[in-house]
């Protein structure tokens, strides 16, 4: 049987293992060490590219970056209790524990999102995940709440991938290509669907131009909606998610070209865009495309009778070669309703891994990549940083928040009360 235990945990140095080498083995006990690196710091993307204009977390004061683990301990939970309901915590699946255990709510993207809207009573949201996440949270929460990231250098290189002035330019070439009149049936030449993990902004341009957000959880339904108002869609930042549920709806390869925003239309010609029905921007996430066959197969070498799940931000082949996909909400209820011991082998980021290991010990639950290389940036998120946020509260200042600008926020949140009506299928 599995336990947390036997969980490895260890960042090993996989330079010459792996040809792209992205793992050290310094583990982010201590973010604040490299809050302010040029990169994303120890994980899967550290060597994805960080915008110069990503934010950047000020000085943790001392006190709390050294403060031992017992004191940040009391320091919360002393700090939540004087709070009260005047602030409700939100935790990411991908978060590590020791932030996961203050959370009132945990869960994906989706979930998180409506957990934001529905706590109408705190006056102030604090957002334990990534930067586009808390962005969502403001966008959805009320006027008379703040919305607070406890490490503002807590960001999303997928997110990165897609900026608005890149979209904003695709756009354009696009229009070029199909015109902006509706067909006979009165859809759209292309509609615009972005990913959660975005920035504000790009949500934003979905509202201004009739498109809308998705999650992994709700992204097929998402694209049926958008297919009933366009004649095709243009799917950003991850490919992957986009590849994989265009494909599963019976949509052929062949209609789903890649856009390079380096490239005049996006490296395709124009007889491959009108023939497409789902444009892909060049996207990924880090942790996600680290998952092979390969590993898969291993799986299955060692245990004819494993269950191989995958989160659809991994590779198509990986996706293809794996029993079954899904976010990581049904990766939870998966596990969750199996009745019989069974070995599962997960791919997508070790923290849920290891929480759910943890949680059902009548399984061996383990993580394809035996490399373990979590998301660089969502251990930004430390106990510290946590701390000295909640504290602030007690006294009267709001650190670290986050603010979506007006003129950002009304198209936005256009797209996204689309996407909260757009339900995940059972």
Not at 256 to 264: F, I, Q, S
Not at 343 to 351: L, M, P, Q, V
Request: with cysteine; aromatic share 8%; charged share 20%.
């Amino acid at each position: 049987m599995n336990t947390t235990a036997s969980v490895d945990l260890t960042i090993r140095d996989i330079s010459a293992a792996s040809p792209d080498g992205v793992c050290t083995t310094d583990l982010l006990t201590a973010p604040w060490d490299v809050d302010v690196s040029p990169g994303y710091g120890p994980g899967a993307s550290m060597d994805d590219a960080i915008p110069a204009a990503a934010p950047r977390q000020g000085e943790l004061p001392d006190e709390y970056r050294r403060a031992s683990d017992d004191e940040l301990d009391l320091r919360i939970r002393a700090a939540k209790q004087t709070l009260g309901d005047r602030v409700v915590v939100l935790g990411h699946f991908y978060q590590r524990d020791e932030v996961v255990q203050y959370a009132d709510y945990v869960g994906d993207s989706f979930q998180l999102a409506n957990a934001a809207k529905a706590r109408t009573d705190a006056e102030a949201i604090v957002f334990c995940g990534v930067h586009f996440m808390a962005e969502t949270a403001d966008l959805l929460s009320g006027a008379n709440q703040r919305v607070i990231l406890p490490n503002l250098a807590a960001g999303c290189s997928m997110a990165d991938m897609a900026n608005i002035d890149q979209v904003e330019e695709c756009w354009e070439q696009l229009a070029e290509v199909y015109g902006t009149e509706p067909d006979a049936d009165g859809r759209v030449p292309v509609i615009p669907v972005t990913y959660m993990n975005s920035s504000a902004a790009i949500k934003g341009f979905c509202g201004r131009n009739g498109g809308i957000v998705c999650t992994s959880s709700n992204a097929e339904t998402v694209l049926e909606w958008a297919f009933e108002r366009g004649q095709r869609v243009l799917f950003f930042p991850d490919q992957h998610l986009g590849r994989n549920t265009a494909k599963h709806m019976g949509i052929p390869l062949e209609q789903m070209p890649l856009w390079n925003p380096a490239r005049p239309l996006g490296g395709n010609t124009t007889e491959a865009l009108n023939d497409a029905r789902v444009l892909l921007w060049q996207g990924f996430c880090s942790v996600h495309k680290r998952f092979t066959v390969s590993q898969i197969e291993k799986a299955r070498q060692d245990d004819p009778n494993v269950r191989v799940i995958v989160h659809p931000e991994c590779p198509m082949e990986v996706v293809d070669a794996a029993d079954e996909y899904g976010s990581t909400d049904y990766i939870t209820k998966a596990i969750a309703a199996a009745t019989e011991p069974t070995t599962f082998a997960i791919g997508t980021e070790i923290n849920l891994v290891q929480r759910l290991a943890a949680e059902y010990p009548q399984h061996t639950i383990y993580c394809l990549d035996p490399i373990v290389c979590p998301c660089s940036t969502m251990y930004r998120i430390h106990p510290g940083y946590l701390a000295w946020v909640l504290e602030s509260l007690v006294g009267g200042v709001v650190e670290n928040r986050i603010e979506v600008s007006d003129d950002v926020a009304e198209p936005a949140r256009i797209a996204l009360e689309r996407m909260l009506a757009a339900k995940p299928k059972a």
